[in-house]
């Protein structure tokens, strides 16, 4: 290629690898197996929405990007809730009360930005997840259309028009097939070809959106899987008729998966029982402040190690529960016995939490023959549901791959990855130089050109017991990029 490449970034929200399947997603399946696919791919933790956007839109893990959970709570943007993530409204404050960055880390945006070059998102995600793809948007220039959320749109006097040719959006749907065919319509009219940016990212909400209501492998969800890979043809096909389109490299990665939802119980409710209260700030002197669902992250009144001692202890005795992290461990066990050390999860930030932990999981199928379930807590997800957000390794497992002129057909990497080397790798081929806060790799052994394979990848398992029950991490290791596998209770 003469000219510089350019790279188109097609996220499907919470897709589960298995159900990649000839029969739901014909295009996306051939995708991979003609390019090349990076099955042992992972998201960052905690493998939710917006957790992994950040990660996605900065090359980092949540320790550099800051976002370390899909909501919780800091008292520098609001001293009585939590932070909702997924909301523009309390994505701009956190920006306003964290010093102007919400996303700390710098983005793939503002590098290809300071090299004179553009970069595009086009969403049906949420407005705080679309924001976070691109945050600097609106003050570089560049184009953020976020069809969920509109007021997250930038810039809106240019996004104003485009709805004035193609409005009204449609209301979300499950699937939510009406909004995705018309962001696919406004991608490939006057985005793609018009503002012709050398990044773009495309969010389609689905088949998270309606994982969640519907459940995995319910006929809702698999005609959302249908219906962004209809869309994803279209964008395959706009790329075969353009005169430049081998210059086009098409990423396809998933955020996360999900697992099934059942044994519901109410998490405040039961730690209400052990004495202790949880509330969403300390207003009210909680004695723990943030969200309790099926992965937690609660921040401890006044840092308080006996209170955190005394929930632990209690957790540790429930049948339900699954793995804690507590802070300030030896680099494997946190400092109270029989939880891991919180900095294996990768999110040591002046804004994380103290404590994280995760509900139960399971390996057993749904009533659509689909693995993978959890006790949950939540009071808009319905017993049946999809969850995410834990160590489940059909959370953790998330899809990868790439085509184009320069990289390698039929190749199926053999080495873990992460949307984290996507940015990275981006600005390698760019000849942009990564911001040291890129935590990801350049994904060399799919490159065609590149002479260079990573490192042989070390294995690690970390296991930490109290009475009965073990916890178990592994982790693996490509040189200095270290990948979260999976978590599990024995």
Request: aromatic share 8%.
């Amino acid at each position: 290629m003469s000219a510089d490449p350019k790279f188109i970034i097609v996220v499907f929200d919470g897709l589960r690898r298995d159900m990649i399947t000839p029969e739901l997603a014909p295009t996306l399946t051939e995708f991979l197996m003609a390019g090349s696919d990076f099955p042992l791919s992972r998201s960052v933790y905690p493998s939710a929405t917006r957790v992994n956007a950040a990660a996605l839109s900065a090359g980092a893990s949540p320790q550099n990007t800051g976002i370390i959970a899909n909501k919780f709570y800091h008292s520098d943007v609001f001293e009585d809730q939590v932070i909702h993530t997924g909301k523009f409204a309390h994505a701009s404050a956190a920006a306003s009360g964290f010093g102007g960055r919400f996303l700390e880390a710098k983005t793939l945006g503002e590098c290809v930005a300071g090299a004179g070059k553009k970069m595009a998102v086009v969403s049906s995600g949420s407005g705080g997840t679309t924001y976070l793809l691109h945050p600097h948007a609106g003050e570089l220039g560049h184009l953020r259309l976020c069809f969920r959320d509109w007021a997250c749109s930038a810039p809106l006097d240019v996004a104003a028009d485009y709805l004035d040719q193609h409005g009204p959006i449609p209301e979300t749907e499950h699937p939510n097939i009406p909004m995705i065919k018309l962001q696919a319509d406004v991608l490939l009219d006057h985005v793609l070809p018009i503002v012709d940016p050398d990044v773009t990212v495309v969010w389609f909400s689905d088949p998270d959106s309606t994982y969640h209501p519907c459940g995995l492998g319910s006929p809702e969800s698999r005609e959302g899987i249908k219906n962004v890979d209809r869309q994803f043809a279209r964008i395959l096909d706009w790329r075969e008729s353009n005169p430049e389109g081998e210059r086009y490299q098409v990423f396809v990665m998933s955020d996360h998966g999900q697992v099934t939802a059942r044994n519901k119980i109410s998490m405040k409710d039961e730690i209400a029982k052990s004495g202790l209260k949880l509330d969403a700030h300390f207003k009210e002197n909680a004695d723990f402040a943030g969200t309790a669902g099926y992965y937690s992250a609660l921040r401890v009144n006044d840092g308080d190690n006996g209170r955190m001692a005394e929930l632990v202890a209690w957790l540790q005795e429930q049948s339900w529960r699954g793995l804690i992290f507590t802070p300030n461990g030896d680099g494997v066990e946190g400092c109270i016995p029989g939880t891991f050390d919180r900095a294996l999860l990768q999110l040591e930030h002046q804004r994380t939490p103290e404590i994280y932990f995760t509900l139960k999981t399971d390996d057993a199928p749904n009533k659509w023959d689909i693995t993978g379930g959890c006790t949950f807590s939540s009071g808009s997800i319905p017993e049946g549901g999809g969850t995410h957000g834990g160590l489940h390794v059909k959370e953790m497992n998330s899809l990868l791959g790439v085509q184009g002129g320069a990289f390698k057909d039929r190749h199926i990497s053999t080495f873990p990855a992460s949307h984290t080397d996507i940015a990275p790798t981006i600005l390698s081929m760019l000849g942009i130089e990564a911001p040291s806060t890129m935590t990801g790799r350049r994904l060399c052994e799919a490159m065609v050109e590149a002479e260079e394979r990573p490192p042989m990848t070390e294995v690690f398992e970390h296991r930490v017991s109290s009475g009965s029950k073990t916890q178990n991490l592994r982790h693996w290791r490509v040189g200095s990029r270290t990948y979260i596998d999976q978590g599990w209770l024995d």
